[in-house]
T-cell receptor, first 115, second 109 residues
Framework: GAGVSQSPRYKVAKRGQDVALRCDPI?????LFWYQQALGQGPEFLTY????????KSGLPSDRFFAERPEGSVSTLKIQRTQQEDSAVYLC?????????????FGPGTRLTVT | RKEVEQDPGPFNVPEGATVAFNCTYS??????FFWYRQDCRKEPKLLMS???SGNEDGRFTAQLNRASQYISLLIRDSKLSDSATYLC??????????FGPGTRLSVLP
């Protein structure tokens, strides 16, 4: 079956531009997560949705970052007024259930470069 | 101090070698533990869950020591295809996955 998909796969933005990154989770998966991965580091948690409810956004680095999942399926991560430090790979993951025991399935990521 | 720490690596080993990775975590209120594998420029994928009694999957053995807050992964008879970054993951009740920084393994012919 289809896995998690993300678009675009690559995005180059000029400093100050707004960007929107899309995630299509596996159909039927309740939980959706966004992570930021810098080069040579493990993924860092950004935010978590259970269906359409954003239950945890403690990892969002600033108020320039905003995520939504209005119908409980597709999610969008928006970054306003991008800065060079936002350059990273943004990974989306989904899991069938809630809580920490369920395997997370990751998308291929969006590589964002801010120039 | 980071919540999850791993051997810094990289580990360069010959084919057929046995290699062990270590991971420590700081929060004792932990729920579940996993090892994920990430190939270069790819997404992480689950390698195996880690159970309290220890578990084995073919050439891979995972162990958990809750008292010492320590997890390990042993790979026997290394293959070239084992070359990747291995990520230790810890989850907490009601919380989300916390990833370690990863340990890179290169298996050399």
């Amino acid at each position: 079956g289809a896995g998690v998909s993300q678009s675009p796969r690559y995005k180059v933005a000029k400093r100050g531009q707004d960007v929107a990154l899309r995630c299509d989770p596996i159909s039927g998966h309740v939980s959706l997560f966004w992570y930021q991965q810098a080069l040579g580091q493990g993924p860092e948690f950004l935010t978590y949705f259970q269906n359409e409810a954003q239950l945890d956004k403690s990892g969002l680095p600033s108020d320039r970052f905003f995520a939504e999942r209005p119908e409980g399926s597709v999610s969008t991560l928006k970054i306003q007024r991008t800065q060079q430090e936002d350059s990273a790979v943004y990974l989306c993951a989904s899991s069938l259930g809630t809580g920490g025991t369920y395997e997370q399935y990751f998308g291929p990521g969006t590589r964002l470069t801010v120039t | 101090r980071k919540e999850v720490e791993q051997d810094p690596g990289p580990f360069n080993v010959p084919e057929g070698a046995t290699v062990a990775f270590n991971c420590t975590y700081s929060n004792s209120a932990s729920q579940s533990f996993f090892w994920y594998r990430q190939d270069c420029r790819k997404e992480p994928k689950l390698l195996m869950s880690v159970y309290s009694s220890g578990n084995e999957d073919g050439r891979f053995t995972a162990q958990l020591n809750r008292a010492s807050q320590y997890i390990s992964l042993l790979i026997r008879d290394s293959k070239l295809s084992d070359s990747a970054t291995y990520l230790c993951v810890v989850t907490y009740y009601g919380q989300n996955f916390v990833f370690g920084p990863g340990t890179r393994l290169s298996v050399l012919p």
